[in-house]
């Protein structure tokens, strides 16, 4: 919530400086078909991310070993053949236990991702572009193990809730054509169409039992840390508008959808995801539509 905040308090200030800039700017000095943002513009963006929770289930502990044992879980190697970590858990717990459950939903964090823009503005207000965003994301959800009963048991299983969480590195560059519906005047509405790439790499996954913590991308019989990812692919469109806050500079505003293959595991999913995005940029940053005017 804090993350939303601080990003629409960031859009309003920014408003309020185009609404000043209005202001100042003279467009009469311009032929009325002038196209403002001809030519090579590049600039930085800020997004916030929103992700599919589908490629989440990765951090759930239920994927296979990769190494020599492949009929076991990864939780169930980290925290119950693992006679070490066994023995911690059993004398925290003071019980023996076995895993009742595995998280049922994984969930991601949104985040705000940084970037960078390069495109290539035509006279007929088509463009082609180039843009890429980077980000970090945490993921978590809740499981629980069945402990074992001193007395025969009960009817009703006791439960010790446990954490699975994860940490993951995620790319997008796109590839796309654009087209402004207004570019002679101070705001521009446009739209985006194209390929996305996409790397994504799993830093961390972990399990947490009360006050132990335990790293289950580790593979402790061939002291092994297992890396996890790959590069996907998909598509995504976007929208917004544009407005010109100087006679070189622009700011965009809008929102990009993507379809995309996470390549965390095989068999990923194709999921769903959102960023909403402001790109500040420059006009003609190689000066050939000035030289042009001369």
Same mark, same amino acid.
């Given at each position: 919530?804090?993350?939303?905040?601080?990003?629409?308090?960031?859009?309003?200030?920014?408003?309020?400086?185009?609404?000043?800039?209005?202001?100042?700017?003279?467009?009469?000095?311009?032929?009325?078909?002038?196209?403002?943002? %001809?030519?090579?513009?590049?600039?930085?963006?800020?997004?916030?991310?929103?992700?599919?929770?589908?490629?989440?289930?990765?951090?759930?502990?239920?994927?296979?070993?990769?190494?020599?044992? *492949?009929?076991?879980?990864?939780?169930?190697?980290?925290? *119950?053949?693992?006679?070490?970590?066994?023995?911690?858990?059993?004398?925290?717990? $003071?019980?023996?236990?076995?895993?009742?459950?595995?998280?049922?939903?994984?969930?991601?964090?949104?985040?705000? $991702?940084?970037?960078?823009?390069?495109?290539?503005?035509?006279?007929?207000?088509?463009?082609?572009?180039?843009?890429?965003?980077?980000?970090?994301?945490?993921?978590?959800? *809740?499981?629980?193990?069945?402990?074992? %009963?001193?007395?025969?048991?009960?009817?009703?299983?006791?439960?010790? %809730?446990?954490?699975?969480?994860?940490?993951?590195?995620?790319?997008?560059?796109?590839?796309?054509?654009?087209?402004?519906?207004?570019?002679?005047?101070?705001?521009?509405?446009?739209?985006?169409?194209?390929?996305?790439?996409?790397?994504?790499?799993?830093?961390?996954?972990?399990?947490?039992?009360?006050?132990?913590?335990?790293?289950?991308?580790?593979?402790? %019989?061939?002291?092994?840390?297992?890396?996890?990812?790959?590069?996907?692919?998909?598509?995504?469109?976007?929208?917004?508008?544009?407005?010109?806050?100087?006679? $070189?500079?622009?700011? !965009?505003?809008?929102?990009?959808?993507?379809?995309? !293959?996470?390549?965390?595991?095989?068999?990923?999913?194709?999921?769903?995801?959102?960023?909403?995005?402001?790109?500040?940029?420059?006009?003609?940053?190689?000066?050939?539509?000035?030289?042009?005017?001369?």
């Amino acid at each position: 919530m804090r993350k939303i905040f601080l990003f629409v308090l960031v859009l309003t200030a920014v408003q309020q400086t185009i609404a000043q800039q209005e202001s100042v700017l003279d467009l009469s000095a311009f032929p009325p078909e002038y196209n403002h943002y %001809e030519g090579w513009n590049a600039g930085a963006l800020m997004g916030y991310y929103i992700p599919s929770n589908k490629s989440a289930l990765f951090y759930n502990g239920m994927r296979p070993r990769t190494t020599f044992v *492949i009929d076991r879980t990864v939780l169930e190697y980290t925290i *119950i053949d693992n006679p070490r970590h066994y023995a911690q858990i059993s004398q925290m717990l $003071n019980r023996d236990y076995r895993i009742f459950q595995y998280p049922p939903e994984m969930i991601y964090n949104n985040t705000f $991702n940084w970037g960078a823009i390069f495109e290539k503005v035509w006279k007929n207000s088509l463009g082609t572009l180039v843009h890429f965003n980077t980000m970090t994301m945490d993921v978590s959800g *809740i499981g629980a193990l069945q402990l074992q %009963e001193w007395n025969g048991g009960s009817v009703e299983p006791v439960l010790e %809730e446990i954490i699975l969480s994860g940490r993951e590195n995620r790319f997008n560059i796109n590839l796309g054509l654009q087209k402004l519906f207004k570019p002679e005047e101070m705001t521009t509405p446009f739209l985006e169409l194209g390929a996305n790439l996409n790397y994504a790499l799993a830093q961390k996954n972990r399990v947490h039992i009360r006050t132990l913590e335990y790293n289950i991308f580790y593979d402790y %019989e061939s002291n092994l840390q297992i890396q996890y990812g790959g590069m996907g692919w998909g598509a995504y469109a976007g929208g917004g508008y544009r407005f010109k806050v100087s006679g $070189n500079y622009f700011l !965009d505003f809008g929102v990009s959808l993507y379809y995309q !293959d996470v390549v965390l595991f095989e068999d990923s999913p194709w999921e769903w995801s959102y960023n909403l995005f402001m790109r500040f940029a420059a006009t003609d940053i190689f000066g050939l539509d000035a030289l042009e005017g001369n």
